[in-house]
């Protein structure tokens, strides 16, 4: 099915809200996702195979924030443990209805996945051998944030992993403005207009609040995780993996 493409901030608009993963964003997500973020096809696969490698059997894999699923298709694409099953949460009925219309077009893989609508922060995390976080901890308050890391690491068996993707701010000022121009000519290498960079900037300034890679580390420490590392970075996107 071709992607239908994302024109949400063509035009000019006289309020430009707060930007939320409501219906008219669930319809060009695809499209979206992949002309804003740097290596974002890569990345999911990526997923998959640390999923591969890391899921232990008869645990659970999360997908906390799993938009249209992608992260939880790559794993089930991969995961080849006994009796594991993912379950994949987001608090978009949206997003989640259109997840198990994509989930129920892969009928090869048999790791079974359950989707949650359900805001993140409640959800109980247990007998977890995979966690992922794929562009969701940026939507959560930052004074909420080492709560949840907390929990995270609670509900993970040794051995098991956090995968945090984000976008990330730099400490330094010119560093986070080379690496925002480069973004910004990223969107425009892909279609879009200084005026539609703009406004959904602004939608989201609010929503969307980025930490440097020392603070998401550091908060990753207090939680109780003795090992995290920056695999994947691609101007200011990156994923860092987490061992308990």
């Known amino acids: 099915m071709p992607k239908k493409p994302d024109a949400i901030y063509a035009a000019p608009l006289s309020e430009i809200i707060d930007f939320q993963f409501d219906e008219r964003v669930v319809e060009v997500f695809p499209d979206m996702i992949q002309r804003s973020v740097p290596g974002y096809g890569m990345l999911i696969s990526a997923i998959g195979i640390l999923a591969a490698r890391y899921a232990q059997p008869g645990t659970h894999?999360?997908?906390l924030g799993c938009s249209l699923g992608a992260v939880s298709l790559a794993m089930r694409q991969r995961i080849r443990q006994p009796d594991c099953d993912i379950i994949a949460v987001d608090n978009s009925a949206a997003m989640i209805d259109r997840a198990g219309e994509l989930l129920a077009r892969d009928t090869v893989a048999t790791v079974?996945?359950?989707?949650?609508c359900a805001d993140l922060q409640q959800v109980v995390i247990e007998n977890a051998s995979v966690v992922v976080?794929?562009?969701?901890?940026?939507?959560?308050p930052p004074a909420q944030r080492l709560a949840l890391i907390e929990r995270i690491y609670q509900g993970l068996r040794p051995g098991?992993?956090?995968i945090l993707s984000e976008k990330i701010a730099f400490a330094e000022a010119g560093r986070q403005q080379?690496?925002?121009e480069l973004h910004h000519d990223f969107k425009r290498a892909n279609g879009y207009s200084d005026l539609e960079i703009s406004q959904k900037r602004t939608a989201l300034e609010k929503v969307m609040i980025p930490e440097t890679l020392d603070c998401h580390q550091q908060r990753l420490q207090a939680a109780g995780f003795a090992f995290s590392d920056l695999w994947f970075q691609c101007f200011n996107f990156a994923s860092l993996v987490a061992i308990k």
């Open 61 to 63: 894999c999360y997908d």
């Open 112 to 116: 079974p996945v359950r989707l949650v």
């Open 160 to 162: 098991g992993i956090l």
């Open 178 to 180: 080379l690496h925002t």
């Open 133 to 140: 976080l794929n562009f969701t901890l940026q939507f959560i």
